[in-house]
Each structure stands twice: as structure tokens, then as C-alpha cells.
């Protein structure tokens, strides 16, 4: 990791949306079951809006400039997706309009656990 990107995610946590402050108010301090959450967080190359890594879990809020960007969204979604990472992306309105509901989609997301790759060893002949 870069120390510019760590400056950068440094810089983007002192200047939050409105809608990501609002989303950190319910995430920060384990107050969302004991899931720990941290903001503007250097992954591989990327910053990610909010990160869980005990479940491995980045959340991505999209607001208009998404549509936009969704080629470089794409990419990056399965880059996170190749190191384990599991992507809930949001968007604005729905944190604004319904956060209980995203609250929700986001405990499920982080007890999910997808079931292991099969694996060519234990298999029939």
C-alpha cells in the first residue's frame, strides 16, 4: 500500500458525504452486533468507503457519478471479489430513505459466508 493512498483515505475521512457520515453514525464502535468497521480504508490499490475485514465485507455507497463509472466499479468489484472480499454496494437514496433496511443488508451480507470453492480432492473416480 502506498503512502499516498494512505494519505488520501486520510484526507477523504476528514471531508465525508452526508450520507456516509449518517451510515458511519450506525457502523462505528461495534455498534452495529460486533461487527468492526473502519472508513476510507486502503485495499490493494483502492479505497474502499467502509471495510469489515473480520468478515471480509467492503460496503460501497454509489451516488449519481456511479452510473458514470460503472466500468471502473466493475473492475474493482472483482478485484475485491478475487481477494476474498464480499461487495455491497448502496446507493445514496436508499441509506438516506430506508437505513434500517441497509442496516439489515448489511448483517446479512456479513453472516453470509459463501460455501467453499469444490475441491478435486475427495471426489469419485
Given at each position: 500500500m502506498s503512502r499516498n493512498l494512505t494519505?488520501?483515505?486520510?484526507?477523504?475521512?476528514?471531508?465525508p458525504t452526508e450520507v456516509e457520515k449518517l451510515l458511519w453514525r450506525y457502523?462505528?464502535?461495534?455498534?452495529?452486533?460486533?461487527l468492526?468497521?473502519?472508513?476510507?480504508?486502503?485495499?490493494?490499490?483502492?479505497?474502499?468507503d467502509f471495510v469489515c475485514y473480520d468478515k471480509k465485507l467492503v460496503i460501497e455507497l454509489d451516488g449519481g457519478q456511479h452510473a458514470k463509472n460503472k466500468a471502473k466499479d466493475i473492475k474493482r468489484d472483482k478485484w475485491l471479489q478475487?481477494?476474498?472480499?464480499?461487495?455491497?454496494?448502496?446507493?445514496?437514496?436508499?441509506?438516506?430513505?430506508?437505513?434500517?433496511?441497509?442496516l439489515e443488508a448489511v448483517k446479512k451480507s456479513a453472516l453470509f459466508h459463501p460455501p467453499p470453492s469444490p475441491s478435486h480432492q475427495g471426489r469419485g473416480n
Open positions: 494519505n488520501i483515505a486520510k484526507e477523504l475521512r476528514k471531508r457502523l462505528r464502535g461495534k455498534r452495529l452486533g460486533e468492526k468497521f473502519r472508513r476510507q480504508q486502503p485495499v490493494g490499490n483502492y479505497i474502499v478475487e481477494h476474498g472480499f464480499k461487495v455491497l454496494r448502496l446507493w445514496n437514496n436508499e441509506v438516506l430513505c430506508n437505513v434500517e433496511g441497509v
